[in-house]
């Protein structure tokens, strides 16, 4: 299994982003889906998460009402849809991958198998 996360940029505060997450080597349907991020000088934290087929759906504090999880089994991607943007939403981000209990979404790193490399996405005027 191999992850790709894209669509990270410099974007100004209060605007949009859509970060793509592409999922290859197994069907995607097969896995639970995440977001986390990193920002420099902290340590990684949930942001959301999808189950299977998309019937579960959790997000972490900091961006309720914000940013949306998306998954399109067919086209094998996820995504994460972020919108009113802060300086503090500034991180590397990345998607992973969950292939233990995949009917359930979860914050928990340790349930996530595979990640992507990660995406920056800095909110800066």
């Known amino acids: 299994v191999q992850l790709q996360a894209s669509g990270g940029g410099l974007v100004q505060p209060g605007g949009s982003l859509r970060l793509s997450c592409a999922f290859s080597?197994?069907?995607?349907?097969?896995?639970?889906m995440g977001w986390f991020r990193q920002a420099p000088g902290k340590e990684r934290e949930f942001v959301a998460a999808?189950?299977?087929?998309?019937?579960?759906?959790i997000y972490g504090d900091s961006v309720k009402g914000r940013f949306t999880i998306s998954r399109d089994n067919r086209a094998n991607m996820a995504y994460l849809q972020m919108s009113s943007l802060k300086s503090d939403d500034t991180a590397v981000y990345y998607c992973?991958?969950?292939?233990?209990?995949?009917?359930?979404?979860?914050?928990?790193?340790?349930?996530?198998?595979?990640w992507g490399q990660g995406t920056l996405v800095t909110v800066s005027s």
């Open positions: 080597g197994r069907d995607i349907s097969g896995y639970g």
């Open positions: 992973a991958a969950d292939r233990q209990r995949p009917t359930i979404a979860s914050a928990a790193q340790s349930r996530y198998d595979y």
């Open positions: 999808i189950n299977w087929n998309g019937a579960h759906i």
